[in-house]
């Protein structure tokens, strides 16, 4: 097996590909403090903790905290195999049981009456964000759950913050909590999308009145979260003001998030840097043909950040300039360009 089908396999798992890296430069160690796993990965110290935990839930690692500094040690992949083998057995039968009870559903909504319960869905569902997060919420709740989209942040998931009921003259700090931090003093619905597959929408009654029979949706359904995203980004992200611009990421950078991607090649053209792209996607007039194009982004088309290029609110489209001709490059659902790309690597445009 190779090193990119042991990646597959290892995200099959349930591991997001930040995550599976981090533990494979765990094994190449062969253990050692968080600090020179941290380094070794390309990822914060924080976020080494942070997946050390998991991994040694699942028995994949052992964490020694007993020491000072702390350090994880890799088990065994025979001790790995065997843990995995024995979770899946104890599985069967309960698998079984539901499988006679119920059909299976592929879309799931619930409705939640509790503020409290809304705020851990909103921070279970931050958690397992591995590509892209919109959120607007009460910037006097945001404290609530800040920690865990920093969290989303070290993880490399694009955030897209809008906070409500707040000045944006304030003297407001954002600093590693988002990618980019819009705030409006108007209330709206607090609205969460992760990986356009899941979410919540909350009334703003639900937080502003303390008897309000108001109640929260939360939903697993892979068509209702892109309208989600296009009500916020279209409806909502363009109404308010911008207070927050995270830096750029160094490159070279791959990412299968495409708004992630537009968004850094925009901060690095802003900057007076060249950015040339490897598109892996297929036409958007035959999909079936699969095709890859490399070249310089001459132009990018985003409303993402001042001053806005996009000739509608929910546009993002790289142009990209090849040996041959220059071609229009979208996302998921892309309709208006020539290509759909499903993978996205950004590098210096003067790298070898």
């Known amino acids: 097996m ?9 995200r099959g798992l349930g591991f997001s590909a930040k995550e599976v890296d981090t533990y494979l430069s765990i094994l190449e160690l062969g253990g050692g403090k968080a600090s020179t796993i941290a380094e070794e990965a390309g990822v914060s110290k924080r976020y080494v903790y942070s997946i050390a935990e998991r991994l040694s839930d699942r028995g994949f690692v052992e964490v020694n905290d007993h020491v000072v500094p702390t350090t994880i040690r890799p088990h065994s992949p025979e001790h790995v195999i065997t843990g995995l083998t024995d979770d899946l057995e104890a599985m069967q039968p309960a698998l079984e049981s539901r499988l006679s009870r119920s059909p299976s559903r592929s879309e799931r909504f619930e409705v939640i009456k509790s503020r409290v319960t809304v705020l851990k869905r909103i921070a279970d569902r931050i958690d ?8 607007s919420i009460p910037y006097r709740l945001l404290d609530e759950v800040a920690d865990d989209l920093r969290a989303a942040v070290d993880r490399d998931v694009l955030v897209l913050l809008l906070v409500t009921g707040v000045d944006p003259d304030a003297n407001l700090a954002f600093d590693g909590v988002a990618s980019v931090v819009r705030a409006w003093k108007q209330p709206m619905p607090t609205m969460l999308t992760v990986d356009q597959e ?3 929408v909350v009334p703003d009654k639900m937080f502003t009145q303390s008897n309000s029979p108001a109640q929260a949706i939360a939903f697993e359904q892979q068509q209702l979260s892109p309208v989600i995203v296009g009500s916020f980004l279209g409806n909502y992200f363009p109404m308010a003001t911008p207070v ?4 750029p990421v160094d490159l070279p950078a791959t990412y299968r998030n495409f708004r992630h991607a537009v968004l850094q090649t925009r901060l690095h053209r802003s900057a007076g840097r060249s950015v040339r792209a490897r598109i892996t996607g297929h036409t958007v007039s ?6 890859e194009l490399e070249g310089v982004v001459v132009d ?3 409303s993402l950040l001042d001053p806005q290029t996009s000739s509608f609110p929910v546009e993002n489209t790289l142009i990209v300039e090849s040996d041959d001709k220059t071609y229009s490059v979208g996302g998921t659902g892309a309709f208006v360009e020539d290509i759909e790309a499903t993978v996205v690597e950004l590098r210096p445009a003067d790298a070898v």
């Open 2 to 10: 190779d090193d990119t089908s042991l990646k597959e396999s290892l």
């Open 286 to 291: 035959e999909e079936s043909a699969q095709t």
């Open 244 to 247: 927050y611009t995270a830096d």
């Open 300 to 302: 990018v088309c985003q």
């Open 198 to 200: 899941t979410g919540l």
């Open 128 to 135: 397992r964000a591995e590509r892209e997060i919109t959120l």
